[in-house]
């Protein structure tokens, strides 16, 4: 089994309340939830209107696989026009 946690930062300059903040976080994070082997929330900075932080989890039996949603995770969140990215983090668990 093979799991990448991303731990993804991100800037909502738009957003003027927790209100429109988390239009824009549980935009993405039901659609990253919606995909197969791969599950989302928003985990930190919850009271702040502009800042947020999503984990995403991505499990796979193959690597390659698990490395490949990770990069379509990635995709999906630089593509958001509401959001300025910060940081991605991967981090990487194998068990045999």
Do not use: F, Y
């Not at 995909?35 to 929330?41: I, K, L, Y």
């Not at 995709?75 to 910060?86: C, F, I, M, N, S």
């Amino acid at each position: 089994m093979h799991v990448c946690v991303l731990t993804v930062e991100l800037h909502l300059p738009m957003a003027s309340s927790l209100k429109a903040k988390r239009s824009v976080v549980q935009s993405i994070v039901r659609t990253l939830d919606g995909w197969t082997s791969v599950a989302a929330a928003e985990v930190d900075r919850l009271d702040s209107w502009q800042r947020t932080t999503i984990g995403v989890t991505v499990i796979s039996g193959a690597a390659g696989r698990a490395g490949d949603v990770a990069d379509r995770v990635e995709r999906h969140v630089w593509a958001q026009p509401d959001v300025t990215v910060l940081s991605i983090e991967r981090n990487w668990w194998e068990q045999p």
